[in-house]
């Protein structure tokens, strides 16, 4: 028995295993099956998309995940002895780490020791059945193991390889250790961010490695639709900096071209105002907007200074701006006399930008939230926290497998000849998040040591670098996974 929440390399449940073709679950789903029949559930859209996740902490895993929650039959691979530290993050319920559950959901999970002969064998024979991996390891590791992308590629020229690294795969940068919290400083956004004359401020979450899941998932779709067209699969080398670089907008652009550093404005904005958050009469806040010009006449109208509608600065955005101070002043005295409900009501019927400035026990589940966005509720105790019917990848009562000659061994040893699980999760993929478009900054010189296929396959932020010709995939055994049971 293994602490709750920790790989069971003894387990033998889903151990990689020849496929029964009787077992249903071992059918092979192709991608782009047919139309469903009328009155059944659509299929996902990732339905037959196959994704090993090599990854650790936090972008790697979190792309992954987003595949997962639309269909991809996605495998956690962990060192047998060192599994993911998000597992051990708190806090915890009955044991389990919570992020563990949120990363970890729509997944299987196995053991493996990619360092060893055997475990680099048996990564091969599953890569063979693959169409994604994604790995964070640092530059040149995979390579030392003989686990690089001429190894991949030579096996299945038709993966698609994400590496996702805090400084990419080559540059000055590239061997350094690298993480969210660094890109978030380096790209500019923590100098942008904080109060006038403070220090810079940090996100208190993983904001720079969200960012990055979602544009790693986004190049790799990418890569995937470019597969269709070439027949071979490519390298996404992500820089977690990079996309941060997108997130601050045009402030990269003004200092090339103006040599402008804007200074930290706390929550005003240097584009429009009245813009900031503002306290009410009962100790709550309430966030107010004005990117329209038509909003800010109607807020001044509300707050009973339609005068100040009438001064030449008050015609654009930037004019708005620069009196800050004294439109703060006329729609916070306003605010500060009246409940939340009250301020909100009379913005409501005013037709006035205003939000209630929400922690998360406010803003999940809201009114506002749309039929078809995921509830943040878990619909088992042992799921995640997703609106996705989900089959989480661990937890006390699910251990995770163990498989291959370089993992640790289960008292029922595994085949020879292990290949890809056919079957998707048992599960509903989310509503389709909108998707996360990556602004062009800087492209990365050539990498002198690879080959290009050709068409447009480096693009800037996602180093698209493609492999060898296509030739058919060996075909082997699946791995199969366990049926969820009905909780009773």
Same mark, same amino acid.
Request: with cysteine; glycine share 10%; charged share 20%.
């Given at each position: 028995?293994? +602490?709750?929440?920790?790989?069971?390399?003894?387990?033998?449940?889903?151990?990689?295993?020849?496929?029964?073709?009787?077992?249903?679950?071992?059918?092979?789903?192709?991608?782009?099956?047919?139309?469903?029949?009328?009155?059944?559930?659509?299929?996902?859209?990732?339905?037959?998309?196959?994704?090993?996740?090599?990854?650790?902490?936090?972008?790697?895993?979190?792309?992954?995940?987003?595949?997962?929650?639309?269909?991809?039959?996605?495998?956690?691979?962990?060192?047998?002895?060192?599994?993911? +530290?998000?597992?051990?993050?708190?806090?915890?319920?009955?044991?389990?780490?919570?992020?563990?559950?949120?990363?970890?959901?729509?997944?299987?999970?196995? =053991?493996?020791?990619?360092?060893?002969?055997?475990?680099?064998?048996?990564?091969?024979?599953?890569?063979?059945?693959?169409?994604?991996?994604?790995?964070?390891?640092?530059?040149?590791?995979?390579?030392?193991?003989?686990?690089?992308?001429?190894?991949?590629?030579?096996?299945?020229?038709?993966?698609?390889?994400?590496?996702?690294?805090?400084?990419?795969?080559?540059?000055?940068?590239?061997?350094?250790?690298?993480?969210?919290?660094?890109?978030?400083?380096?790209?500019?956004?923590?100098?942008?961010?904080?109060?006038?004359?403070?220090?810079?401020?940090?996100?208190?979450?993983?904001?720079?490695?969200?960012?990055?899941?979602?544009?790693?998932?986004?190049?790799?779709?990418?890569?995937?639709?470019?597969?269709?067209?070439?027949?071979?699969?490519?390298?996404?080398?992500? %820089?977690?900096?990079?996309?941060?670089? /997108?997130?601050?907008?045009?402030?990269?652009?003004?200092?090339?071209?103006?040599?402008?550093?804007?200074?930290?404005?706390?929550?005003?904005?240097?584009?429009?105002?009245?813009?900031?958050?503002?306290?009410?009469?009962?100790?709550?806040?309430?966030?107010? /907007?004005?990117?329209?010009?038509?909003?800010?006449?109607?807020?001044?109208?509300?707050?009973?200074?339609?005068?100040?509608?009438?001064?030449?600065?008050?015609?654009?955005?930037?004019?708005?701006?620069?009196?800050?101070?004294?439109?703060?002043?006329?729609?916070?005295?306003?605010?500060?006399?009246? =409940?939340?409900?009250?301020?909100?009501?009379?913005?409501?019927?005013?037709?006035?930008?205003?939000?209630?400035?929400?922690?998360?026990?406010?803003?999940?589940?809201?009114?506002?939230?749309?039929?078809?966005?995921?509830?943040?509720?878990?619909?088992?105790?042992?799921?995640?926290?997703?609106?996705?019917?989900?089959?989480?990848?661990?937890?006390?009562?699910?251990?995770?497998?163990? %498989?291959?000659?370089?993992?640790?061994?289960?008292?029922?040893?595994?085949?020879?000849? +292990?290949?890809?699980?056919?079957?998707?999760?048992?599960? =509903?993929?989310?509503?389709?998040?909108?998707?996360?478009?990556?602004?062009?900054?800087?492209?990365?010189?050539?990498?002198?040591?690879?080959?290009?296929?050709?068409?447009?396959?480096?693009?800037?932020?996602?180093?698209?670098?493609?492999?060898?010709?296509?030739?058919?995939?060996?075909?082997?055994?699946?791995?199969?996974?366990?049926?969820?049971?009905?909780?009773?």
């Amino acid at each position: 028995m293994s +602490p709750a929440g920790h790989p069971d390399p003894t387990n033998t449940a889903n151990l990689v295993d020849p496929a029964d073709p009787m077992d249903p679950a071992n059918t092979p789903v192709p991608a782009g099956t047919a139309a469903p029949a009328p009155g059944s559930a659509p299929a996902p859209p990732l339905r037959g998309l196959r994704v090993l996740d090599l990854a650790t902490l936090f972008a790697g895993p979190l792309a992954a995940t987003l595949l997962g929650d639309f269909g991809a039959d996605v495998v956690k691979i962990e060192h047998p002895r060192k599994p993911d +530290p998000s597992r051990g993050h708190d806090p915890a319920k009955d044991g389990v780490g919570l992020w563990w559950k949120v990363l970890g959901r729509n997944k299987r999970t196995m =053991t493996l020791d990619l360092s060893t002969p055997g475990g680099r064998d048996t990564l091969l024979r599953l890569a063979a059945g693959a169409d994604v991996i994604v790995e964070n390891f640092r530059p040149g590791t995979l390579e030392r193991w003989g686990l690089g992308w001429e190894e991949l590629s030579a096996v299945n020229p038709r993966l698609v390889l994400a590496r996702v690294t805090g400084f990419g795969q080559f540059g000055p940068y590239a061997h350094r250790p690298g993480f969210g919290t660094l890109a978030e400083a380096m790209s500019g956004f923590a100098a942008l961010t904080g109060e006038p004359g403070g220090p810079p401020t940090l996100p208190p979450f993983g904001l720079a490695d969200s960012v990055a899941a979602l544009a790693t998932a986004y190049a790799v779709m990418t890569a995937l639709t470019a597969r269709t067209t070439t027949g071979q699969g490519q390298v996404v080398d992500l %820089a977690i900096i990079e996309p941060m670089l /997108s997130v601050i907008g045009p402030h990269p652009l003004w200092y090339d071209q103006l040599g402008y550093i804007q200074p930290r404005t706390g929550n005003r904005s240097r584009n429009n105002a009245p813009r900031n958050t503002y306290r009410t009469s009962d100790g709550s806040w309430v966030a107010v /907007s004005t990117s329209a010009q038509s909003i800010a006449e109607r807020v001044l109208r509300l707050v009973g200074r339609p005068e100040l509608t009438d001064e030449p600065w008050f015609t654009d955005g930037a004019g708005r701006a620069a009196h800050a101070d004294v439109l703060d002043e006329a729609v916070g005295t306003w605010i500060a006399r009246r =409940t939340r409900d009250e301020a909100l009501a009379a913005f409501e019927k005013a037709e006035a930008a205003i939000a209630p400035v929400y922690d998360i026990r406010d803003s999940s589940p809201t009114p506002s939230t749309r039929p078809s966005a995921p509830s943040p509720r878990s619909p088992t105790p042992n799921s995640a926290r997703s609106g996705c019917r989900t089959s989480s990848s661990d937890s006390p009562k699910r251990p995770a497998r163990s %498989a291959g000659p370089g993992a640790r061994t289960a008292p029922t040893p595994p085949p020879s000849s +292990p290949n890809w699980a056919s079957a998707p999760p048992r599960s =509903t993929p989310c509503a389709p998040k909108e998707p996360y478009d990556p602004r062009p900054h800087r492209t990365r010189p050539p990498d002198r040591h690879r080959r290009r296929a050709a068409g447009p396959a480096h693009t800037p932020h996602l180093a698209l670098r493609a492999g060898r010709p296509p030739r058919d995939r060996p075909q082997g055994a699946r791995l199969r996974g366990r049926r969820r049971h009905r909780r009773s």
